[in-house]
């Protein structure tokens, strides 16, 4: 069983920056696949980045590649650095853990993470 507490969240103003931190429980953090997805009002939610187990591979959406930074230390810490934010960036930022999963194409699906938190507020204004 796996705990996850986002935090970091809160109102910036576009071209600024934020950094998401989610703290995991658990003594088997190092064998689950971290993603962080993102859900607009009246939008599906969507992923935004993943990081390997071992760290040395990570994924992100279109939308956010080049301005976005996806880390995990060995503390049970997952982060999502975010620059240059655009006011389109505005949504509820979820943390989630995957068991199984790894190959690089099941990174971008909800169904592949078994964990996830309950969200932090990102709001960007123009």
């Known amino acids: 069983q796996v705990q996850l507490v986002e935090s970091g969240g809160g109102s910036v103003q576009a071209g600024g920056s934020l950094r998401l931190s989610c703290a995991a429980s658990?003594?088997?953090?190092?064998?689950?696949?971290m993603g962080w997805f993102r859900q607009a009002p009246g939008k599906e939610r969507e992923f935004v980045a993943g990081?390997?187990?071992?760290?040395?591979?990570t994924y992100y959406a279109d939308s956010v590649r080049g301005r976005f930074t996806i880390s995990r230390d060995n503390a049970k810490n997952t982060y999502l650095q975010m620059n240059s934010l655009k006011p389109e960036d505005t949504a509820v930022y979820y943390c989630?853990?995957?068991?199984?999963?790894?190959?690089?194409?099941?990174?971008?699906?909800?169904?592949?993470?078994?964990?996830w938190g309950q969200g932090t507020q990102v709001t960007v204004s123009s």
């Open positions: 989630a853990a995957a068991s199984s999963g790894g190959n690089s194409g099941s990174y971008y699906y909800r169904s592949t993470y078994d964990y």
């Open positions: 658990g003594r088997t953090f190092s064998s689950y696949v």
């Open positions: 990081i390997s187990r071992s760290r040395d591979s």
